[in-house]
C-alpha cells in the first residue's frame, strides 16, 4: 500500500507538471513545424533526408537531423493524423526518460532505496524547463532519451566489468541515434569515460579506458563512413553543418547571451540545492552525515559537459539544457535522499504522503479544467478556424495579402500561423495567386487588400476576431 501511494505521488507530479500544460488548444510553433513535416513524412511524400514542411518555410528542412522527425512520424503511422500525438509525444518520451533515470540510479546505488530514485524522478520534474520542454515535443526529449540510454551502458560497463567489444559498440549506436536528432551537441557522454577515469582510476585502469575509447571512436568511424558514402546524407549533413551550426557559432543566426545558460543552471541547480539543504538541518543530524560521494561529482561533471560547451554560441534557449538536468537530478539525490527521506518519516510518512496525494488529485482535476477550456496559445487562430468550424480542402494553396507590419511578422516571420494551416488543414501559402484555392488577409488589412468579388467569395468566420477568409468561387463571374 504504501509503495502505492509514493508512485501515485509521482504520477500525480507528472501529470500536475507535464500533462495539464499539454491540455489546452494549441501548439508551440517548434512543435507545429515538427509534427507537420513528420505528417507528410509518414504520409510517404517526403523522405527521411528530405524533410518538408511548406513551399514558402523550410521547403528542405536542414535545421535538424531528421531521426527526431522520423520517430514522430511513426507514432501517425500506428495511429493516423490525430492531435492526440501532438499532445502526447512529449508526455510518452518523459515517461521513458523517467523510467531511464531509474535504471541508472539502481545501477550506480544499489544500497539506495526506493525513496532515492523516486526523489531524483521529483527532482528531475520540478526543475522548470523540463515540464516547457516535454509539453512543447522539442527535440531534446528523443535525443535525451539516447543520451542517457548511452550513459546507462557505459555504467553498466565498468560496473559489472564486462569487456566485451559491444558494449562500445551499443554506446556509439546510441550516441549516434542521438546525434541524428540533435546533432553534435549530444555527443557530449563521450567525457563520461574520462570522468569516470579520473575519479575512480582505482578501479578502472588506464588500459580500460583506452580499449574503451578505442572500440568506440572505430564504431563512431564507420557510422560516420557510411553516412559520409551515402549521398543523401553526404548532402544533408553538408548543408547542415553550413546552415546550421556554423552560423550559430559566428552568431549570424541571431542571439547574443553567451551566459544565459550558466545563469540559468546557477538559478536551478543551486536554487533546489540549497532547499534541499535546509530541509536536510530539519533533520541536524542527518545533514552532518551528507556526503558528495564520487558517483555525485560524476553526474555533476556529465551534467556540465552537457550545458558548457554551448556556451560557444550566442545563440541560446533555456530549452538547449534540458539534456543536462536528469543528471542534476540524480546528483541532487545521492546527496539528499537519506536526511529528506528521514525528514518525511518524521513528519509522519505514510499519512503525508496520502494527504498529499489527496491534495494534488483535487488541484489536477480543477486545474485540468481550467486548461480545457484555455485558448490563450494562438487565441485568433483558435477562434477564427477552429471554434468557427472553418473547412479548408487538404492540400489546398492559401494567397495571402497583408499590409501592416505586426501582419507581415505573423504571416512571415513566424510560423505558427502557417505552422497552424499546415497541421490541422495541410494547408500552405502561396505568392502565386493563379494556383491559390484561397485567400487570406485580416481585419486590419482588409481595407487595403482589395477582395475581387467577381473571383472570391467570404468563407468566414461569420464573427471574425482576425482572420477573413475567401474561398475561389469554381466558375468567376462575369
Known amino acids: 500500500m504504501k509503495t502505492f ?78 492531435m492526440y500525438i501532438d499532445k502526447c509525444f512529449g508526455s510518452f518520451f518523459g515517461v521513458l526518460i523517467i523510467l531511464e533515470i531509474i535504471l541508472i540510479y539502481k545501477l550506480i546505488d544499489k544500497s539506495g532505496s526506493r525513496n532515492a530514485f523516486l526523489l531524483a524522478c521529483f527532482y528531475f520534474l520540478i526543475f ?23 550513459i546507462y551502458i557505459y555504467l553498466r560497463t565498468v560496473i559489472y566489468n564486462k569487456s566485451a567489444f559491444i558494449y562500445p559498440f551499443l554506446f556509439a549506436l546510441t550516441l549516434l541515434g542521438a546525434f541524428l536528432i540533435k546533432g553534435p551537441v549530444t555527443l557530449f557522454p563521450l567525457a563520461l569515460p574520462f570522468f569516470y577515469f579520473i575519479l575512480f582510476f582505482k578501479e578502472y585502469s588506464f588500459a580500460s579506458l ?56 546557477s538559478l536551478d541547480f543551486l536554487g533546489f540545492f540549497f532547499l534541499s539543504l535546509f ?62 527521506t528521514a525528514l518525511v518519516k518524521r513528519l509522519g510518512s505514510h499519512k503525508l504522503i496520502i494527504s498529499f496525494n489527496v491534495v494534488l488529485l483535487l488541484i489536477l482535476l480543477v486545474t485540468s479544467w481550467y486548461k480545457l477550456h484555455d485558448y490563450r496559445r494562438h487565441k485568433n487562430f ?44 495541410k494547408a500552405d501559402f502561396t505568392d502565386n495567386n493563379a494556383t491559390a484555392s484561397y485567400f487570406l488577409t485580416t ?11 467577381k473571383i472570391y467569395k467570404y468563407r468566414g468566420p461569420a464573427k471574425p476576431t482576425s482572420y477573413l477568409l475567401y474561398e475561389k468561387i469554381d466558375k468567376p463571374l462575369r
Open 5 to 82: 501511494h509514493l508512485y501515485l505521488l509521482l504520477a500525480l507530479i507528472f501529470a500536475l507538471s507535464v500533462v495539464i500544460r499539454v491540455l489546452p488548444a494549441g501548439f508551440h510553433p517548434d512543435s507545429l513545424v515538427y509534427m507537420s513535416m513528420a505528417r507528410n513524412l509518414a504520409d510517404g511524400q517526403f523522405d527521411f533526408w528530405n524533410l518538408h514542411f511548406t513551399d514558402l518555410n523550410f521547403n528542405h528542412f536542414y535545421e535538424h537531423p531528421p531521426l527526431g522527425i522520423y520517430l514522430m512520424s511513426l507514432f501517425f503511422h500506428l495511429f493516423g493524423d490525430t
Open 128 to 150: 522548470p524547463i523540463v515540464p516547457y520542454t516535454l509539453e512543447n515535443n522539442l527535440l531534446e526529449i528523443p535525443a535525451s532519451f539516447f543520451i542517457l540510454m548511452s
Open 210 to 265: 583506452l580499449k574503451f575509447y578505442l572500440f568506440t571512436v572505430l564504431s563512431l568511424v564507420v557510422f560516420a563512413g557510411l553516412l559520409y558514402s551515402y549521398p543523401p546524407s553526404n548532402n544533408f549533413f553538408s548543408i547542415y553543418f553550413h546552415n546550421q551550426i556554423l552560423s550559430s557559432l559566428n552568431g549570424s543566426r541571431g542571439g547574443h547571451d553567451h551566459f544565459k545558460l550558466t545563469q540559468q543552471i
Open 279 to 340: 530541509a536536510s538541518f530539519l533533520q541536524y543530524k542527518k545533514a552532518l552525515k551528507l556526503s558528495f560521494s564520487k558517483m555525485f561529482w560524476l553526474f555533476i561533471f556529465v551534467g556540465l559537459s552537457a550545458s558548457l560547451p554551448l556556451e560557444v554560441s550566442p545563440r541560446q534557449s533555456d530549452y538547449y539544457l534540458f539534456p543536462s538536468y536528469p543528471f542534476f537530478a540524480i546528483a541532487l539525490s545521492l546527496v539528499f535522499a537519506q536526511p529528506i
Open 443 to 453: 481585419i486590419a488589412s482588409a481595407s487595403t487588400c482589395k477582395v475581387n468579388p
Open 382 to 425: 483558435q477562434k477564427d478556424f477552429i471554434e468557427a468550424g472553418i473547412q479548408i480542402q487538404k492540400n489546398s494553396k492559401i494567397a495571402i495579402c497583408v499590409t501592416n507590419d505586426e501582419d507581415r511578422h505573423e504571416f512571415f516571420a513566424n510560423t505558427e500561423l502557417s505552422g497552424n494551416l499546415e497541421r490541422y488543414y
